[in-house]
């Protein structure tokens, strides 16, 4: 079966743009969860989403947003792009976004604020 | 969610058993504990689950003492392309709660 599709694959940008990102999860999952992923900070959680409805948010300011549409498809959007944006950006899909069932990771979108 | 320590990195030669413990200390009763796999510029990978005793699939196995306090991924004969890092992650199964990655434990496999 299909993996996670994230697009673009890479993307450069000019500070205080902004940019959206897109994910398409496993044909079937309905939970898209982001993340961030920094030499730095490590992987951080951005935000999930289940069925259209944004159910858990990490700790990031409100220029990270995202959505979901009706077939599962996620998308994020970061405005006023700043350097330290810079990163991997990760979707993850799962059945339901329960921890027993696993995530499975898209190849990501890395993102280069100049 | 269960803070988890791992090593930050560690050594091995082709064709060793690798064994990378993490310790989960206050583990819940509804968490389960996975293991990922990440290559550079990837998405991490799924490998591994359990919740208790050991579970074995093929490509690794999970073991889990009884208090569920720690547990050990092995990585059986080991070969330079299993050279990544590997996070460990503890959570429970309620929809909707986020996993907390921390910094892993990047595994070096030399010939």
């Known amino acids: 079966k299909a993996g996670v599709t994230q697009t673009p694959r890479y993307l450069i940008k000019t500070r205080g743009q902004q940019v959206t990102l897109s994910c398409s999860p496993i044909?079937?999952?309905?939970?898209v969860s982001w993340y961030q992923q920094t030499p730095g900070q490590g992987l951080q959680f951005l935000f999930e989403?289940?069925?259209?409805?944004?159910?858990n948010k990490g700790n990031f300011p409100g220029r990270f947003s995202g959505r979901q549409f009706s077939n599962s498809r996620s998308e994020m959007n970061v405005s006023t792009l700043e350097l330290g944006d810079s990163a991997l950006y990760l979707c993850a899909s799962s059945l339901d976004g329960a921890s027993n069932y696993g995530y499975t990771f898209g190849s990501g979108t890395r993102l280069t604020v100049v | 969610l269960a803070k988890t320590t791992q090593p930050i990195s560690m050594d091995s030669y082709e064709g060793q058993e690798v064994n990378i413990t993490c310790s989960h200390n206050n583990i819940a009763t509804n968490d389960y504990i996975t293991w990922y796999q990440q290559f550079p510029s990837q998405g991490p990978r799924f490998i591994i689950q359990?919740?208790?005793t050991k579970v074995t699939n093929e490509v690794a196995s999970l073991f889990i003492p009884a208090d569920r306090k720690s547990s050990t991924l092995s990585l059986p004969r080991v070969s330079l392309s299993d050279t990544a890092v590997y996070y460990c992650?503890?959570?429970?199964?309620?929809?909707?709660?986020?996993?907390?990655f921390g910094p892993g434990t990047r595994l070096s496999v030399l010939p």
């Open positions: 992650l503890v959570g429970d199964a309620l929809p909707g709660q986020n996993f907390v």
């Open positions: 989403y289940f069925s259209e409805t944004q159910r």
């Open positions: 044909s079937g999952h309905r939970s």
């Open positions: 359990g919740y208790k």
